[in-house]
């Protein structure tokens, strides 16, 4: 596609459910990441995948937080039990092989929780 | 731990204004560092990437640069324009493998017409 597609957009969650947040990367991109941006702030890292493989996890603020990419494409991040701390918006970035080659973003799935 | 510091926290000025935002980083073992943009409501736009091994980089009216030992990277906006209002961000990686970008926390900018 022409860019990294992310679905939702908006998402409302009564505190306690569970919500699953979706990622189209870019068509070839080996590298995806995940970040959580609260308002005001910068993105913060939650967690990398070259290909299917979760190479790095450590920014998963809980372990009610879970990503995966089972066929090195697609991406879900799925947050159990939503506490009203996890309201933020939730970005998704790819690339191609390398960390000199620039991050492209998806447009966020904005996440509330009541 | 690297962290990334940006000064100021938003800034207005006219439009033809030639400006500098600041970003500092804590850890000079950079891999290298990234100038992004953000709209209201939107993604990031990678603006430029400098590579650890740069001084600077420049498109079009943007020029950022790169300073290790003090642990300091400036994005210059040359003749600034409306269009140029949003979010700068810009982030690091640091070298050691690991692949994350740690951000700043922006800085809004505002050009007034």
């Known amino acids: 596609g022409a860019g990294v597609s992310q679905s939702p957009r908006y998402k409302v969650a009564k505190r306690g459910q569970d919500v699953a947040l979706r990622c189209d990367p870019i068509s070839g991109h080996v590298s995806l990441f995940w970040y959580q941006q609260a308002l005001g702030q910068g993105p913060e890292f939650l967690t990398y995948f070259q290909n299917e493989a979760q190479l790095d996890k ?43 080659s620039p991050l492209h973003f998806g447009n966020g799935t904005r996440l509330t929780v009541t | 731990k690297q962290e990334v510091t940006q000064i100021p926290a938003a800034l207005s000025v006219p439009e033809g204004e030639n400006l500098v935002l600041n970003c500092s980083f804590t850890d000079s073992a950079i891999y290298n560092l990234q100038w992004f943009r953000q709209d209201p409501g939107k993604g990031l736009t990678s603006l430029l990437l400098i590579q650890s091994s740069q001084r600077e980089q420049t ?55």
Do not use: H, M
């Open chain 1, 58 to 100: 450590s920014g998963l603020p809980s372990d009610r937080f879970f990503a995966e990419r089972p066929e090195g494409s697609v991406s879900t991040l799925k947050i159990q039990r939503t506490q009203q701390e996890d309201s933020a918006v939730y970005l998704c970035a790819s690339r191609p092989p390398g960390r000199d």
């Open chain 2, 59 to 113: 498109s079009g009216r943007l020029n950022a640069s790169l300073d290790k030992s003090s642990g300091r990277s400036t994005l210059y906006i040359a003749a600034s324009q409306p269009g140029d209002s949003a979010t700068y961000l810009c982030a690091a990686i640091t070298q050691g493998g690991s692949e994350k970008l740690v951000f700043g926390k922006g800085t809004k900018l505002t050009v007034n017409p």
